[in-house]
């Protein structure tokens, strides 16, 4: 019997993981909603304009759609071939952090800089909401950089006291010109050096999913660049709106941002 209950034990801890990610429909989560069996044609999936992943697990096609931030409703409308559905949306609490920032152009810019900020904006933003309809493998993704999670997606920040958007991404402190690496297989559709962002790298794996990796100290990779899961695409660093190094990593569906602890082991 204890030898039956041992194999057992090493069974389920030698068994693979779901290639689900944990179901988390709230602002800033991930809604995963199971659409129908893989033997039939993948569904196409949009919320209002724009397409969602879609991706086969156990024999059946699953959606995770991207639940915006700064989203109040209760429920969650998209489509399947055409014919709306909904999911139930849950609330979801975040934090506050306060943070001092030496250089005062970072909390209020000058006008020339703003310019520059609107023109890097279109980049980020075309990079970011971007879909290309190669099939993803497993939604997982690898952790870029070893380190401490400085800081935590959601945070409603304030920068000298002043209110700014929510973090949409997760800090991960390391030692400045430690290798990043991609988290999945993509392509690099944009890079180079930001107002806020610093040195960043913008990373589409294929059905709406993006990664963007920021405050580089050096970027490895070009636009257009394909690269296996592991390549290293820069050096953590701290260019661009930062109190010290470390990565800032995002991850968007759909174009919009969402938690990337869900996605990580």
């Known amino acids: 019997?204890?030898?039956?209950?041992?194999?057992?034990?090493?069974?389920?801890?030698?068994a693979p993981a779901s290639a689900n990610p944990q179901n988390s429909p709230w602002p800033g989560g991930i809604a995963i909603v199971d659409l129908a069996a893989a033997s039939e044609p993948m569904p196409v999936v949009t919320l209002g304009d724009r397409r969602a992943l879609v991706y086969s697990s156990e024999q059946r096609w699953f959606a995770a759609l991207g639940v915006a931030l700064d989203t109040t409703s209760e429920t969650l409308a998209f489509s399947v071939d055409g014919i709306e559905r909904t999911v139930p949306l849950r609330s979801h609490a975040y934090r506050e952090q306060r943070l001092q920032i030496a250089n005062k152009s970072y909390v209020n810019p000058a006008p020339e800089q703003l310019e520059r900020i609107a023109r890097e904006r279109k980049i980020i933003d075309a990079a970011l909401g971007?879909?290309?309809a190669r099939p993803v493998g497993e939604l997982r993704l690898a952790v870029p950089v070893a380190g401490p999670r400085s800081s935590s997606f959601g945070l409603r920040r304030f920068y000298n006291d002043q209110p700014r958007?929510?973090?949409?991404?997760?800090?991960?402190?390391?030692?400045?010109?430690?290798?990043v690496q991609a988290p999945a297989n993509g392509?690099?559709?944009?890079?180079?050096?930001?107002?806020?962002?610093?040195?960043t790298v913008i990373v589409d794996h294929g059905q709406g999913l993006v990664t963007m990796h920021c405050h580089l100290s050096k970027i490895s990779v070009r636009d257009g660049q394909a690269l296996q899961s592991g390549e290293v695409l820069g050096l953590v660093g701290s260019t661009g709106r930062v109190t010290?190094?470390?990565?800032?990593?995002?991850?968007?569906l759909n174009g919009t941002a969402v938690d990337p602890a869900i996605l990580l082991p």
Request: aromatic share 14%; no cysteine; glycine share 12%.
């Open 1 to 14: 019997m204890k030898r039956y209950g041992l194999a057992l034990l090493l069974a389920l801890w030698m």
């Open 244 to 252: 010290g190094p470390h990565l800032h990593f995002g991850v968007y």
């Open 187 to 199: 392509i690099v559709t944009a890079s180079g050096n930001f107002f806020f962002n610093g040195n």
């Open 130 to 132: 971007n879909f290309d």
């Open 165 to 179: 958007s929510p973090h949409k991404g997760m800090d991960i402190a390391a030692t400045e010109g430690t290798p």
